[in-house]
């Protein structure tokens, strides 16, 4: 078995973006590893202890496999959903990024105008430069504002109804953060990212109970998210708690080590919540045909945060937008493929359980990378 490839393994061909720009998706992690500071590198890029469950992730959809279907009419193919009101033109939301003012200069206004331009959704971390109010008046375009617990219940509440009174459609509150995950490669570089310099107000994420959740569901009209579960016991007790949207997530393998990957426990929950909420994902996501395999076991929206915050760092704004340009290209031909020609048509009888091909990390999704292309 070949040696998979590490975060520091990246070619000097891909230093820059190639001169007709960026063709493939792994054309990004060269320019975004230059031109980012080391200590950022690994904190993107970086996992809890072991990162067992980061390698994880990606493990459960490698071994995961299409069953296509044959002479079907697909010379037309709609990747659109509605999630929250609204068409998005892939079933794809910008994942929180708490410090990505640390990726590129404009923070949290980058992903969100680059969601506008597409036709996705960002949902804005709370702890993202230049905050709730600047990054609404950066564009009038549907956003996602997710919440973490740095005060008492008067705060939380304050937070809430700003994110309402700026027109954000839907609050996600983050329930993996009890405790701050042991990220061994940003304590070997003696480094914290800007978004937990000054956190020092953990303990109110640690306090924060299912009766918070029953409170701001009563106290609230908007759309709810949970976002960190892994268990169908907890997303029973989340759809019984009226939230309308599971968000199934274990931080990308940046909290507890040793967890199973996210695509792991997707069908369990899918068939636990029933249809009574949306279900979203993340944790390994980078391919199209990894979204095609979401929708397919039950997901209604996937997650990006590592390959949303590998574009910003190469390119910005329009990086993030080139970055779904070709993931609707991979989506595109993938449904295709599979002889189907929208997402509603898309079923658990297009995917099976197969065997994983051994690569792990960078080196599962982006195989090239150590071809030197």
């Not at 320019?31 to 080391?38: E, F, I, N, Q, V």
């Not at 405790?179 to 570089?189: P, S, T």
């Not at 892994?230 to 029973?236: G, H, K, L, S, W």
Request: some cysteine; overall charge neutral.
């Amino acid at each position: 078995m070949r040696e998979p490839i590490t975060h520091n393994q990246v070619t000097r061909d891909h230093s820059r973006a190639p001169d007709d720009g960026f063709q493939v998706l792994h054309e990004f992690i060269g320019p975004a590893k230059a031109r980012l500071r080391p200590e950022t590198w690994t904190y993107l890029m970086g996992a809890a202890e072991t990162e067992t469950t980061h390698l994880r992730n990606r493990l459960a959809l490698d071994q995961i496999a299409f069953r296509p279907r044959i002479l079907r009419n697909v010379e037309t193919v709609d990747t659109s959903t509605t999630l929250f009101g609204h068409t998005l033109k892939l079933p794809v939301i910008l994942a929180p990024i708490g410090s990505m003012q640390d990726l590129v200069d404009d923070g949290g206004i980058a992903p969100t105008r680059a969601a506008a331009r597409f036709g996705a959704y960002h949902m804005l971390s709370s702890v993202s430069a230049p905050g709730l109010e600047a990054v609404a008046r950066s564009v009038d375009y549907p956003k996602i504002f997710q919440l973490y617990v740095r005060g008492d219940s008067a705060w939380v509440d304050e937070q809430v109804q700003a994110a309402i009174d700026h027109g954000y459609v839907a609050v996600c509150l983050t329930v993996d953060l009890d405790h701050y995950g042991r990220r061994e490669r940003d304590l070997a570089n003696r480094t914290k990212p800007t978004a937990r310099q000054a956190a020092t107000s953990d303990h109110f994420q640690a306090r924060f109970t299912w009766d918070d959740v029953w409170r701001i569901r009563n106290k609230f009209d908007v759309p709810l998210i949970l976002k960190g579960l892994a268990t169908p016991e907890d997303a029973r007790i989340a759809v019984e708690y009226g939230i309308n949207a599971i968000y199934i997530s274990n931080h990308g393998g940046r909290q507890l080590d040793h967890g199973r990957g996210s695509m792991e426990v997707l069908s369990e929950i899918s068939a636990e919540v029933g249809g009574r909420a949306q279900i979203i994902i993340d944790g390994g996501f980078m391919r199209g045909t990894d979204i095609v395999k979401a929708i397919a076991l039950g997901a209604h929206a996937v997650g990006l945060g590592r390959l949303q915050g590998l574009a910003a760092a190469a390119a910005g704004e329009d990086g993030i937008v080139r970055m779904l340009d070709i993931l609707h290209d991979e989506v595109t031909r993938t449904l295709g493929l599979l002889g189907i020609n929208a997402f509603s048509k898309l079923s658990p009888s297009y995917v099976t359980r197969s065997q994983s091909l051994g690569r792990y990390g960078l080196d599962a999704a982006f195989p090239l990378l150590r071809e030197g292309y």
